[in-house]
C-alpha cells in the first residue's frame, strides 16, 4: 500500500514508494544538478578540479555534491581532488568513513582502555586457600 509522505526538500505531499523519498520536482531537479557535474567532470581538463572549483562552475551545492559522492554516483577514483568529510573531524578523505588521524586516536585510546583495565583486574584479584582441618 501507498504511503504518503512530505518531501524533505521541499515539503510537498507525495506518494513514497521503494524508489523515491523526495516529491517528483525536487527528484527531476536533483537528476539535473547530477548531469551538469557530470558533465562537467566528462572534459578531460575539468576532471582535476576541486570542490569549491565544480561548485562555483556548476552552480551545484557543495551538499548535494557529497550526496552524490557517498551514494556511489560519482566515483572518486576517477577525480583525485575530490573526497567526503571525515564522520569525526571533517577532513577530507576518499575512502571509509574516519580519517587516518582519527583512527589512530581512537586506536590509541582503546589501548589505553585496554591497559587500564588490565591494571583493574591484577588489583583486583582474589586468592583462596582450602584449609584441611
Known amino acids: 500500500m501507498a504511503e504518503l509522505m512530505n518531501c524533505p526538500k521541499c515539503n510537498a505531499l507525495f506518494v513514497k514508494n521503494q524508489m523515491n523519498v523526495m516529491c517528483n520536482t525536487c527528484f527531476n531537479e536533483e537528476e539535473k544538478a547530477f548531469k551538469t557535474v557530470h558533465q562537467f567532470l566528462r572534459k578531460r581538463e575539468n576532471r582535476a578540479a576541486t570542490m569549491d572549483q565544480i561548485v562555483h562552475a556548476t552552480e551545484v551545492e557543495e551538499a548535494l555534491l557529497l550526496k552524490f559522492i557517498r ?26 568513513k574516519l580519517c587516518d588521524r582519527c583512527i589512530s586516536e ?9 591497559r587500564e583495565e ?16
Do not use: A, V
Not at 72 to 90: A, E, S
Not at 106 to 114: A, D, N, T, Y
Not at 118 to 133: A, G, M, V
Open 71 to 96: 551514494s556511489g554516483r560519482l566515483k572518486i577514483t576517477q577525480f583525485p581532488n575530490l573526497g567526503y568529510p571525515c564522520d569525526q573531524c571533517g577532513h577530507l578523505i576518499r575512502e571509509g
Open 118 to 133: 588490565e591494571r583493574r583486574t591484577e588489583h583486583q584479584k582474589t586468592y583462596f586457600s582450602i584449609n584441611k582441618d
Open 106 to 114: 581512537i586506536k590509541k585510546e582503546l589501548e589505553l582502555h585496554m
